[in-house]
């Protein structure tokens, strides 16, 4: 298992290693030029050889990446073109407003998910379970950003309950978070009933039954607990969507938090900080899986990992 | 004899086992260790052994459809672990194979003409799509099916007419060596001398040689001139049929022959249940690989390897009962 | 093992060919056999023909500004009548004829951009799993990366670059997305190269070539075709939220994304202008969903595509 972990370790150092050469090249082998979009459309050739040359842009290409990668290292992003503050800085000011959406989104899913799944489970092949079913495959094809408009203007506009919108206390968290759960819990539902289905099936399962366990008993004590393993899993996979998720959330309801910022940026061709929240969330996601990975690893040895 | 038509030589396939962040190879499972033979032109040569013990591996190495450890093959003069890869490509004309499981060997979705044409496209052979058609349904009818069932799909035949097929695309480029990696297991008994029965007309008719690999004697006696016994990757014993048959000498081949059905009642023989579980050949047992389930074991047997030696003509056996002068504290 | 690759689908068993029911009962059976399947084809029907048709079946020119009929005296967009079945919007342009329109936007790159996910996809996950060792080892590594850029951030990345076109946001999402279809084409590929027959296949010395595209491609086609039908709901997503943040399809070409951008300014006032490019939207990955499901009831019983 040690050499699972380690190996995996290395795995993800070459893939962020792959991640910063893509954001790399991204900036600097856009059609556009940083130099002149930093000095503007109508500033002097001369002044705009004077930019490439401080931003080191006038050097071959692997030297240049050498220096963003040095840069990288010491926490560096660049500096933002329209707003001429360090983006990592600007990043700070916006993560806990995002960080705290995506768990708002996350709780939401797991919320709705885990019960359904519990519930489509036991009733499997039921009317019930074959409504909810079609229920899900609504959800999985409904637009964040449309939904959340919907719930905005039926909980916040016509019935105003919550506020229309930005960034505060728990009451601005209960619309966005809402909205994804509603289009992501169907994933949990899903995987959650298959894999209860998959375990009621197992001996052990069918030993507690017969020894004359009472059925709620038995979900709860055996099926639930050996079922949610698929589940933990699945929060690595899930945690890309759920980011594409809050990206579009914050843009309908306001929220000031990554998304707003990636969104302002690419508005104003601002290519540091476009480039750092990428980065930043290509990290993230990769960061996370190898935490669900290990974590995997510790949870279920019987996994042989080759 | 005559120079033989293929002559293998001390052949080795060793699969690493890999371990450890690095994945090191830590070990190796010997599937093939240290084995010999010659096949004659118009020979069967029967391969028996328990499953596990290494049969497929050694046909698909010597067909080089895995890469050998070590040894030679010399086919027809020519050194087949020698050859490039598309050296070796082109060889394939001459060397085929007939695989066990028909279920699984054909692509459910070629017909049986897009499967039987597929070697003459592969090597050039027959250009013209119509001569390709006719020489298709020329073989279909020599293993015994009929041209109608070239525009079949493979899920529409038995399991005999499939292992037909298999057969009929072996035999599309005109081979003149065919492994036959237990083509009869997987099939029922009355079908099974069927097939057995087409193998040996097609060998009498255009003298193929055959490797022709079993688990279990019976289906071997009935096609094979000689038969070569395996156990852990390892050569026991090798005869003429009718010689085996009649004086087996090393204690496994003895075990499998009880295990065979004997016609006359008679001429009972006592079947010799082998004890314990077969070795892993990750971890073969030191000495002689059976000593661990053999029920005449010597103490000699835990220590050393008997030697390979011919204590008739054309009569070979590794067992420390029947070493030759040569071996030191043999039997006594 | 066997019926891991799927059987040509046994749609003519010569055997039941004496009893056989009538046409339309058997057509009834197979509908209650396979629900999703035929609901998600009939809305992907409806969908395509929407978007082949729109010059026909629009009632109005979809960009025309009926300054005069299309607007209320305030300015403001008029409701569902007979002259604008689904309103019109806030420049007084008629909602039914630019959806119809949209369909087309959202086909087409939905359409194109998996066709290229899938061009990407199948080429590295098939020479990865076939070849295996280190070319294995880089393109894993090369698509481990892929996938840890959330599509739609990538993709807003690479237009805000670029510069928002229909070309560009189709070009975008077929170079960003294609990541788990090659995970899914290597994992089968890797389970099909051991089989018995394409074993025999080397054995009869077939090139590379021959092995990877004439006998294990054809074999991933149940996993790949499902994967892609439901890819082409995921990526008319990608391109609603790229056209909803104004840098994907840029007016006055109607997507739907940017009708539902369009509609926050009036949807207080004037709901239709949101909701039905929203339902159609819904109504369209819904389709593609609901074939991919039932697709792969038939075509990949064994699941290799579950995300
Ligand atoms: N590709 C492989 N990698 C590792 N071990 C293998 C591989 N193929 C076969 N083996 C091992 O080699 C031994 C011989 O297998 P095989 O040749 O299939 O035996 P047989 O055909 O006699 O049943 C077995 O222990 C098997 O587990
Ligand atoms: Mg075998």
Redesign the interface.
Known sequence: MYAYIIRRLG?AV??LF??SV?SFL?IYA???DPARLIVGPKAPPSVVEGMRHQLGLDQPLPLQYIHYIWRLLHGDLGVSYSFNLPVLTMIGQRLWPTVELALGCWIAELIIGIPLGIYTARRARRMSDFILSALA??G????V??LG??LL?WFA?RVPIFPLGGFGGLRYLVLPSLTYGITGAA?YMRLLKSSMLEVMEQDYVRTARAKGAGESRVTWRHVVRNALIPVVTFGG?DF??L??GV??IE?TFNWNGLGTL??T???N?D?PV??G??LL???A??VFNLIVDILYAVIDPRIRYS | MAQPLLEVRDLKKYFPIRRGVFQRTVGHVRAVDGISFTVAQGETLGVVGESGCGKSTMG?TI?R?LEPTAGEATFDGADLFKMSKSQ??????QL??V???P???????FTVMETLS??LK??GLYPSPKERERRVHEMLERVGLSPEHARR?P?EFSGGQRQRI?IA?ALM?EPRLIVLDEPVAALDVSVQSQVLNLLKDLQNEYGYSYIFVAHDLSVVRYISHRILVLYLGQMMEWAETDDLFAHPLHPYTQALLSAVPVPDPDQKRERIILQGDLPSPANPPKGCPFHTRCPVAMPVCSEQRPTWSEVRPGHFVACHLHGGPSTEGGAS | ??SL????VPVSMPAREASRPSLSRRLWRSVRTYP?LYVGGLIVLLLVIAAVFAPVLAPHNPDTQFQDIGLNAEGTPVGPNATFPFGTDSVGRDVLSRLLYGARVSLIVGIVSTLINLLLGVVIGLISGYFGGWVDNVLM??T??I????????S???????GPSLWTVLWVIGVVGWGTMARVVRGQVLALKE???V?????????HG?IMFR?IL??LMGPVIVLSTLNV?ANI?TE??LS????GIQPPTPSWGNM?QE??QT??FA?WT??F??LA??LA??GF??LG?GLRDILDPHSATR?
């Open positions: 795995s070459v893939v792959g991640i893509v991204l856009i059609p556009a495959l609504i999985i094809s409904l637009p950003f449309w408009l919907l203007y506009f994933y996979i890309s969507y980011l594409t990206i579009l843009s990636a969104y940026a690419i508005q061709i290519i476009i480039m929240t990428v969330v290509a990290v996601v990769v | 698909r067909l459809l070796m490509r082109a060889m394939r004309r085929q194979m695989f066990q499981d279920y699984a060997s054909l692509n459910p979705r597929a070697p592969i090597h799909y899920h298999g695309r480029v | 093992m066997e690759h799927p059987q040509p999703m590594r090369i481990d990366v996938l840890a850029f959330p599509v739609l951030l990538l807003m990345a690479l237009v805000a670059v670029v089989f018995e027959y074993q025999a296949e080397r054995a009869l010395g077939a090139s021959r006998v054809p074999n709901g997503l609603a939220g909803f943040l104004g840098i539902i509609g926050i949807y207080t709901p949101m909701w490019p929203g939207l819904v990955v819904l969903n609901l499901d995300r």
